[in-house]
C-alpha cells in the first residue's frame, strides 16, 4: 500500500516523560503530526540509566545485551572494541522486513511509542539518542517499514529496526513531504545528525510491542465512531423497514444489564424519536414485535461489541502504561525478562478484528432485508426505480457480502499461531503485528459495509415519503444528498456514491451528522 499523505499539524506539543502517553496523545503525534517534548524528568531518568549500563559495560561479568550477543547468540561475550559494531550489525541485520510500506501513522505510532519507554529510563540509551528520535518525528521524518517482519515476540524487531536503521542515517525514509530519499540525505536535510549506537542502545531501540500497540490505539478511536455509526444505520434500517421501536426500551434493557447494550439501546431510542415512519405503524393494531433479529438485536451484538472493545481499551492503557524492553535497567543492575512478549496485546487485537467482523455481519443482513420485496414491507426490489430495467442496490449488497466474506477471514484469531525461531530460543511467539495488521483491514471493511446500509436505509427512507423519518435519521438523509450520494431514481455508477459514503462514515460526519440533533451519542 502507498504512504499516506502527511496531514494536517497540531500546535498542541505531547510531552514524553516517565510517565504513560494518553490514547489522544498517540492520535495527535501519528495522525495529526503533534510536536513532541521529552520532559527534563524524562531526560534525568535516561542519564541515570545510562550510568548504570556504562558501568556494567566496563564490568568484566557478561552482561546480556551489554556484552553479550542476542537471541540464540547469547552465551557468546563480545569484547569492548566490538561493541559499537554490535549494535549497529544488530540493527542492520533486524532490519529485514519485507513487502508493502505501511502507513505513516503506523509508523509514527510506532516510533512514538519505542520514544516513549526510551522515556521511562529503564533501557539504557543516551539522551541524544532519544532525542534525535523525537527530532525526527517534528521534522516529519518517516522510515519505511514494511508489512511482513515482526512476529510479535522480543516485540516488532524488524519494523523497529528499519527506524533504529534511519537513526543511524542507513536505509530509506519519507521526508515531511513523503518524498522517498535515503535516510542520511533526510536528516541533513532537516539539520540533523545520525548517532552513533553504544552498548545497548541497539537493543533498547527495538525490543518493543510498539507497532502492535499503536496500532491497537488507532484502531480502538476508529471502531468508537463505527459502532455510533453502526447505531445509526441500525435505526434507520428499522425505520425504513417498518420496524417497531418497542424493543429498545429501557425496561427491556434492563433485564439484561451489559452496558454496552444498554448504551446503544439508547442512541437507537433517541435516534427513532419524534419518527413519523415509526409513528404510522405505532397504532393498537400494530402487531410488529417480532423483527427479524438483524433489527431487533441490534442493540445486544452493538452491545456486546462496544464491551468487548472496552475490554480491549483496558489492555492498550496498560500497555501504554509498560516500559517494554529486554533487558531492563532496575536500580544500577540490568536484568533479563519477558515483557516484551506480545500476547496480551495480541488477544484483544483478535478480539476486536471479531467485534468488526460481527457488527458488519448484522449490518450486511439490515441490507439485505431492504433489497428483497418479500421482507422490504411494500418497496420495491432491491430499491430499483423500474425494476427489471434497473437493478437498483443490488450489487452494493454484492459487494458489502464480498467484504464480511473477507472480514470473517480476517477474524481467524492469529494469537493462536506459533512459529518458532532463533534456533529454538523464541519457541513461543505472538503474532500480534499480525493480528493488528489485519484489524487495519477489518476496520476499513466495517467502515464500508456501514456506508452501504446507510446508503441503502436513506434511499429507502426516501421512498417512504410522505412519511417523515425522525429529525435525527433525517438529517443523516440530508447529508448524503449534499455530498453527492443521490436518492432514488434510474441507476447510475454507484461506486462512486459508495465512495462518498465511506467518507462521510470513517470522517465521523454520519454520527455528528446526528449528534447535531440529539446530542452527543454513548
Given at each position: ?254 433485564l439484561r444489564p451489559h452496558p454496552g447494550q444498554a448504551a446503544s439501546a439508547a442512541n437507537l431510542r433517541a435516534l427513532l424519536a419524534d419518527s413519523g415512519v415509526v409513528a404510522s405503524h405505532r397504532g393498537p393494531d400494530c402487531t410488529r414485535v417480532q423483527d427479524a433479529y438483524s433489527l431487533r438485536c441490534s442493540p445486544q451484538v452493538h452491545g456486546a461489541a462496544r464491551d468487548t472493545l472496552a475490554h480491549c481499551a483496558v489492555v492498550a492503557g496498560r500497555e501504554l502504561a509498560s516500559a517494554v524492553d529486554n533487558p531492563v535497567v532496575v536500580g544500577d543492575r540490568v536484568e533479563s525478562n519477558g515483557n516484551f512478549h ?181
Amino acid at each position: 500500500m502507498d504512504a499516506d499523505p502527511r496531514p494536517s499539524g497540531t500546535d498542541r506539543p505531547v510531552e514524553v516523560g516517565p510517565g504513560p502517553l494518553s490514547p489522544s496523545d498517540v492520535l495527535a503525534v501519528a495522525r495529526h503530526d503533534a510536536r513532541v517534548v521529552l520532559t527534563e524528568e524524562a531526560l534525568a531518568g535516561i542519564d541515570r540509566a545510562r550510568t548504570a549500563v556504562e558501568e556494567l559495560a566496563a564490568s568484566e561479568v557478561p552482561v546480556y545485551g551489554v556484552s553479550t550477543g542476542f537471541g540464540a547468540l547469547a552465551t557468546r561475550h563480545i569484547p569492548t572494541e566490538k561493541r559499537a559494531q554490535l549494535q549497529r550489525s544488530l540493527v542492520r541485520s533486524h532490519a529485514a522486513g519485507s513487502g508493502p510500506e505501511v502507513e505513516r501513522e503506523v509508523v509514527r505510532a510506532l516510533v512514538l511509542l519505542r520514544l516513549a519507554t526510551l522515556a521511562t529510563g529503564r533501557t539504557g540509551v543516551r539522551r541524544e539518542t532519544a532525542q534525535l528520535m523525537a527530532a525526527m518525528l517534528d521534522a516529519g521524518i518517516t522510515p519505511v517499514v514494511h508489512e511482513f517482519g515482526s512476529l510479535g515476540c522480543s516485540g516488532d524487531l524488524a519494523p523497529l529496526s528499519h527506524c533504529a536503521l534511519a537513526l543511524i542515517g542507513e536505509g530509506e525514509v519519507r521526508d515531511a513531504e513523503g518524498v522517498l530519499r535515503p535516510a542520511a540525505e533526510a536528516l541533513a536535510a532537516a539539520g540533523l545528525a545520525p548517532v552513533e549506537l553504544a552498548a545497548k542502545e541497539g537493543l533498547a531501540l527495538i525490543n518493543g510491542t510498539d507497532g502492535m500497540l499503536g496500532m491497537l490505539v488507532m484502531a480502538l478511536a476508529d471502531l468508537e465512531v463505527l459502532l455510533r455509526t453502526a447505531d445509526v444505520a441500525a435505526a434507520m434500517s428499522v425505520e425504513g423497514q417498518l420496524g417497531t421501536d418497542r424493543v429498545f426500551a429501557a425496561e427491556l434493557q434492563a433485564l439484561r444489564p451489559h452496558p454496552g447494550q444498554a448504551a446503544s439501546a439508547a442512541n437507537l431510542r433517541a435516534l427513532l424519536a419524534d419518527s413519523g415512519v415509526v409513528a404510522s405503524h405505532r397504532g393498537p393494531d400494530c402487531t410488529r414485535v417480532q423483527d427479524a433479529y438483524s433489527l431487533r438485536c441490534s442493540p445486544q451484538v452493538h452491545g456486546a461489541a462496544r464491551d468487548t472493545l472496552a475490554h480491549c481499551a483496558v489492555v492498550a492503557g496498560r500497555e501504554l502504561a509498560s516500559a517494554v524492553d529486554n533487558p531492563v535497567v532496575v536500580g544500577d543492575r540490568v536484568e533479563s525478562n519477558g515483557n516484551f512478549h506480545g500476547a496480551p496485546v495480541a488477544y484483544v487485537l483478535d478480539f476486536a478484528a471479531i467485534v468488526a467482523a460481527d457488527v458488519a455481519s448484522i449490518s450486511e443482513r439490515r441490507t439485505d432485508r431492504f433489497l428483497d420485496r418479500a421482507r422490504n414491507h411494500g418497496l420495491p426490489p432491491f430499491l430499483a426505480d423500474d425494476p427489471g430495467v434497473d437493478s437498483g442496490l443490488m450489487i452494493a449488497q454484492y459487494t458489502q457480502a464480498g467484504i464480511v466474506s473477507e472480514m470473517k477471514r480476517l477474524a481467524n484469531p492469529a494469537s493462536v499461531d506459533s512459529i518458532p525461531s532463533s534456533a529454538m530460543q523464541e519457541d513461543h511467539v505472538s503474532m500480534g503485528w499480525a493480528a493488528a495488521r489485519k484489524l487495519r483491514r477489518a476496520v476499513d471493511g466495517l467502515t464500508r459495509v456501514l456506508a452501504v446500509e446507510v446508503m441503502a436505509a436513506a434511499r429507502a427512507l426516501d421512498l417512504r415519503r410522505p412519511l417523515a423519518p425522525s429529525p435525527a435519521t433525517g438529517a443523516v438523509v440530508d447529508l448524503l444528498r449534499a455530498h453527492g450520494v443521490h436518492g432514488p431514481g434510474p441507476d447510475r455508477h454507484l461506486a462512486p456514491e459508495i465512495e462518498a459514503c465511506v467518507d462521510l462514515v470513517r470522517s465521523g460526519a454520519v454520527v455528528a451528522a446526528a449528534s447535531a440533533v440529539i446530542g452527543e451519542m454513548q
